[in-house]
């Protein structure tokens, strides 16, 4: 089994900063693409960034200069520092992980529970 803990959500005013961590455990032999979703009130869920095994990044438009994503790969955390942030950041977001892992080598998508991260005005 493979666990993926988020942690670093909360409430900050607009302008301000968080910094999203998430940390997989378990039987994991490789974790390849690392990265955050995330899903606001009302709408579909949304792909914020991701990095994969040898540090390519990719980021949603409205987040490029404003958040930057990371990962340690011998603590096996990716993390999301998130700055300038707008109310329209308000969401929860989600941590996922493109893991092998487990005795039958599985590989597939790992979730978070999930983090609020809430913007205010």
């Known amino acids: 089994q493979v666990q993926l803990v988020e942690s670093g959500g909360g409430l900050v005013q607009a302008g301000g900063s968080l910094r999203l961590s998430c940390a997989a455990s378990?039987?994991?032999?490789?974790?390849?693409?690392m990265g955050w979703y995330r899903r606001a009130p009302g709408k579909q869920r949304e792909l914020v960034a991701r990095?994969?095994?040898?540090?390519?990044?990719n980021y949603v438009d409205s987040v490029k200069g404003r958040f930057s994503i990371s990962r340690d790969n011998a603590k096996r955390t990716v993390y999301l520092q998130m700055n300038n942030l707008k109310v329209e950041d308000t969401a929860v977001y989600y941590c996922?992980?493109?893991?092998?892992?487990?005795?039958?080598?599985?590989?597939?998508?790992?979730w978070g529970r999930g983090t609020q991260v809430t913007v205010s005005p």
């Open positions: 990095v994969s095994n040898d540090n390519i990044t």
């Open positions: 996922f992980g493109d893991i092998n892992w487990g005795s039958l080598m599985r590989r597939d998508i790992q």
């Open positions: 378990g039987s994991i032999f490789n974790i390849y693409d």
